[in-house]
Structures are given as C-alpha cells and as structure tokens.
C-alpha cells in the first residue's frame, strides 16, 4: 500500500491550495483517509477525515469552512481544498488511511494511531 500526497507549495496568504492523496495497493471500497498536518515544534494536528462507505466526513472545528475534503474513487484519491490560508497553515501534510474500516471518521481523526498507511507528507509554507 502506498500514499502519494501532492500540491503543496508556496502561497501567499490568503490563497489557496488543493492537496492530492493518491492511494495505491488496496481496492478503493471500505476506507478511511484522513488528513493531519504538523508544524516544526507542535504536535500532529488533525485536520479531516472521510469514511467511505458512508460518506461520512469529520473537520477539526478549527479549520472547519475552510478546508473541504472530498474523494474520487475513480481516481483512488482524496483530496483536501484549502482555501484563505494564513501562516499558521504552514506545515508539513500528511495523508494517512485505514483499509478496511472499524470506526468512523471521526474516530480516525481523533486517534490516527489506528490509520494503517501514512504518506511521507507534502510542504505548506504561507508567506505573510
């Protein structure tokens, strides 16, 4: 299994950016991806998770309205929209998924320990 997070850069504040996780090496039916993010000196941050059998999805009410996450199983792929970012945004991007599933997004949010599979991440860096 492999995760393959893309589209992170340089933004000016206020911009926006949409991040990829592209998934190989599991059928794409009963997962769960979620993203976190992590800044030098500061723990992992949840920022949204999505289940698929249900649609569900789960926001960290902090970043709620204005990151969306949303999937194309076509693709194999989970995106993350990210819209208005500030410079605390800046951080290193992660994608983590569960295949199959147990728990709902939210639980996947809140204890990424039970995630199976993590990307290697992508840089966010909002300049001011």
């Known amino acids: 299994v492999q995760l393959v997070e893309s589209g992170g850069g340089l933004v000016q504040a206020g911009g926006s950016l949409r991040l990829s996780c592209a998934v190989s090496?599991?059928?794409?039916?009963?997962?769960?991806i979620g993203w976190f993010r992590q800044a030098p000196g500061k723990e992992r941050e949840a920022i949204s998770c999505?289940?698929?059998?249900?649609?569900?999805?789960y926001y960290a009410d902090s970043l709620k309205g204005r990151f969306t996450i949303s999937s194309d199983d076509a693709k194999n792929t989970v995106y993350l929209q990210m819209n208005s970012l500030k410079p605390e945004d800046t951080a290193v991007y992660y994608c983590?998924?569960?295949?199959?599933?147990?728990?709902?997004?939210?639980?996947?949010?809140?204890?990424?320990?039970?995630?199976?599979?993590w990307g290697q991440g992508t840089q966010v860096t909002v300049s001011s």
């Open positions: 999505i289940k698929s059998v249900d649609g569900s999805t």
């Open positions: 983590g998924a569960a295949w199959p599933t147990y728990y709902s997004s939210r639980h996947y949010c809140t204890r990424p320990d039970d995630l199976d599979y």
């Open positions: 090496g599991f059928i794409f039916d009963d997962y769960a």
